[in-house]
């Protein structure tokens, strides 16, 4: 049994080598070419390409094909495979192209996520724990299905700008934020991101108010792992961050990940996002 899943998941290094978890690239499209998450850009070279030459860039899952190439190699490494695919009510998701190879295999099973990034990285894991304890195919879909409304993925973004550009709000409601320069909070609720709420105020007063609105119920939270996942900011930030999450909520081990390439096209800079589970 092997587990896979997209570069969009934001999988730690860490953790795709404990697991053994295979990671297929999604593409980031600029006017000089195609080139493939995390092997031929990164996310800071993405951010900069925003920078320098405005909205030009946009993200694209793999296509069938190269879905096709992706199963079949790790096929001659394992018997079944279980893709665990980025929501599929999100726009540039992989999940169609994805089950459309899939279809070529008989030992290839799709499981929406229902999520993206640190959630989607999140159910892969779940899902080897689950193929560890001998769980069919079957049996690990329907257990990922029953765990994923206790996996929380939400982000705080610095603007709504290249989320609009993504697709993944509207104009409107991206320019009526960014003209009150508010800092809106992200949920994934039914497989589609949603407006959770907004903060604002200074960078640190908006982060607590971030950090504490998401665990404002300590007591439900499961403090084995949280994942971290971030765009566009120093390590003094990132520190600053992670401290006032620890002097709020302590997690046993917390893993750290700068979000894809080709996230990083959809959420811009300035951008944090947190996954935990709650119990």
């Not at 999940?95 to 929406?112: H, L, M, P, R, T």
């Amino acid at each position: 049994m092997l587990i896979t899943t997209d570069s969009i998941a934001d999988l730690p290094n860490d953790l795709i080598r404990k697991y053994r978890i295979s990671v297929i690239p999604h593409n980031v499209v600029t006017a000089d070419g195609r080139f493939k998450d995390g092997v031929e850009i990164d996310t800071d070279g993405a951010l900069a390409y925003i920078n320098e030459h405005g909205h030009s860039i946009k993200a694209l899952p793999p296509e069938v094909q190269e879905y096709e190439a992706f199963f079949a190699d790790r096929l001659s490494k394992a018997n079944d495979v279980i893709h665990i695919s980025v929501s599929k009510e999100l726009a540039g998701s992989g999940y169609q192209n994805a089950s459309k190879a899939a279809a070529a295999f008989g030992n290839v099973e799709i499981f929406d996520s229902g999520t993206l990034s640190g959630g989607q990285g999140f159910l892969a894991i779940l899902a080897c724990n689950l193929a560890e304890e001998g769980k069919t195919p079957e049996q690990i879909k329907e257990g990922l299905q029953e765990l994923k409304p206790s996996v929380h993925t939400s982000f705080i973004v610095r603007d709504m700008t290249q989320l609009e550009q993504a697709g993944q709000i509207s104009g409107n409601m991206a320019g009526i934020i960014n003209a009150l320069m508010i800092r809106p909070v992200l949920d994934v609720k039914n497989g589609r991101l949603k407006i959770r709420g907004f903060h604002v105020g200074p960078r640190e007063r908006v982060w607590r108010r971030y950090i504490e609105t998401t665990f404002k119920n300590p007591s439900r939270i499961d403090t084995k792992i949280l994942l971290i996942s971030y765009a566009g900011v120093t390590m003094h930030e990132l520190n600053d961050f992670r401290q006032m999450i620890e002097k709020t909520i302590r997690f046993e081990d917390v893993f750290v990940r700068k979000v894809s390439p080709s996230l990083a096209v959809s959420s811009g800079a300035g951008t944090f996002g947190l996954t935990y589970m709650t119990v």
